[in-house]
């Protein structure tokens, strides 16, 4: 049977079957001897040794699409961040930031506001300007509208998908909206095993519907810079690419040049200013972190 791991807890697996059953697996020695480490995401084989307990072995780990590295995961096909629109006022170095970390990853990110229904309309044209000129899908939505609620789901719809923001912003309202049964599995584990409900949170899958999951992500207030080189950053900002032939030195970063064609975008207001003066800080940061 093929499947794919929702999570992993002390060497166990539990494996989705497609249609929602929940098995239990312990991975073969041959992944040790090999120093293959099972991830949540990942699709497998796995033949089923108990019918009536769900447990089972799994025997192979399918050809992976992509790995990101934070969050632990595998063949994540896009990833939705959320923020309020108001209450509390988003946070967009934060959100520049996990952006960065999306994009070195090569993952599609949608934007997703929440609480739509709080903010002023100048102010979410504004919110939707930056992001929209910058290349990414932007929703506004209340969770109390069941016609945006559809949206999501239909954006979801055939797909991995990442959801991430901080604390305060309707993440679980939009999760239970989306889904009300998807915190089910992890009840499933704790009680089956008796782990899980005290330990540090690992990555996980929630089951939406037939080739749809979502994974929820831990710690999303403490995203770091990336170990890339400073010089790497721009290539992490889709908006300067148009404006780069403009500029008087192959491989300008936008910072300290005289003629530079990101620099003039963004004194005529084709570049967001809080978008460039986060680029700024993570440049900085990347820099000096190589002075030690």
Do not use: W
């Not at 060497?11 to 001897?33: H, I, P």
């Not at 509390?88 to 929440?114: G, S, T």
């Not at 789901?153 to 991995?160: F, P, W």
């Amino acid at each position: 049977m093929t499947g794919k791991i929702m999570k992993g807890i002390a060497g166990f697996y539990y494996v989705n079957d497609g249609t929602g059953n929940l098995y239990e697996c312990k991975a073969k020695g041959v992944f040790r001897n090999k120093k293959i480490k099972p991830l949540v995401g990942d699709n497998v084989e796995f033949s089923i040794l108990d019918e009536a307990e769900m447990e089972g072995n799994i025997d192979a780990i399918l050809p992976r699409k992509n790995a990101l590295i934070r969050p632990a995961v595998a063949n994540v096909d896009q990833a939705m961040v959320v923020f309020a629109v108001s209450h509390p006022e988003p946070n967009f170095h934060l959100l520049d930031r996990f952006l960065v970390m999306m994009e070195l990853q090569k993952v599609p990110v949608i934007i997703c506001f929440n609480k739509a229904e709080l903010g002023e309309a100048e102010k979410i044209g504004e919110y939707r300007s930056i992001y929209e000129r910058a290349g990414y899908q932007v929703l506004f939505i209340s969770t109390y509208e069941d016609k945006e609620q559809r949206a999501v789901r239909e954006l979801l719809k055939g797909k991995t998908t990442v959801l991430a923001g901080p604390s305060g912003v309707g993440k679980s309202s939009l999760t239970n909206c989306i889904q009300p049964e998807a915190f089910m599995e992890t009840g499933d584990i704790s009680r089956k095993i008796e782990r899980g409900k005290h330990t540090t949170r690992h990555s996980e899958l929630f089951y939406i519907e037939k080739d749809t999951y979502m994974m929820d992500t831990p710690g999303f207030s403490s995203i770091f810079t990336p170990e890339i080189e400073a010089g790497e950053l721009k290539d992490c900002f889709p908006e300067f690419a148009p404006f780069e032939e403009d500029c008087r030195f192959l491989g300008c970063v936008h910072v300290g040049e005289r003629v530079c064609g990101v620099k003039d975008a963004l004194e005529k207001g084709l570049i967001s200013s809080s978008r460039y003066a986060n680029y700024l800080t993570m440049y900085k940061e990347l820099k000096d972190r190589r002075k030690y």
